[in-house]
């Protein structure tokens, strides 16, 4: 269950996909930012990544896998993770804003699409997938 309205002073408590960690984000419209609280790090990433990722999984048509790594490590071709970092995506690149703390999309962008009643995502120990609703 989500909790939250998205707005700093309101933000949506979210759980990771394997409902493992607790998440908070928030939309930071001044910062064109999509920010994330995750175990006392603040991760930020394009706010339209939350459009762009739905658009993409839609055309996409069916599951694709999360996928979830750091930004030093590489992401697992075909997966939201690496198109998050493509330069095939519509920003050209890294949605995450702060080098060093850009990876990890597919873990922590997914639950607010989930929460907005845009995708069906997966909660599954591991190898979690999201397609669009």
């Known amino acids: 269950m989500t909790i939250g309205t998205g707005t700093k002073d309101d933000p949506w408590q979210l759980k990771t996909p394997p409902g493992t ?4 984000m928030y939309r930071d419209e001044a ?3 999509l920010v994330c609280n995750a175990g006392g790090t ?7 990544c939350v459009e762009d990722l739905h658009a993409m999984l839609k055309a996409h048509g069916d599951w694709m896998e ?3 790594a750091d930004e030093q490590k590489p992401a697992k071709d075909g997966t939201v993770e690496a ?3 493509s330069p095939d995506n ?3 690149g890294w949605y995450g804003i702060r080098k060093g703390f850009r990876g990890r999309f597919g873990n922590y962008v997914p639950p607010v699409l989930e929460a907005l009643g845009l995708v069906e995502l997966e909660h599954n120990p591991r190898n979690n997938r999201v397609r669009a609703k």
């Open 83 to 85: 198109w998050a970092r």
């Open 31 to 33: 910062a064109g930012a």
């Open 90 to 92: 519509p920003v050209g």
């Open 66 to 68: 999360l996928g979830n």
């Open 42 to 48: 603040e991760l930020r990433y394009q706010l339209r």
């Open 21 to 24: 960690s607790d998440i908070t």
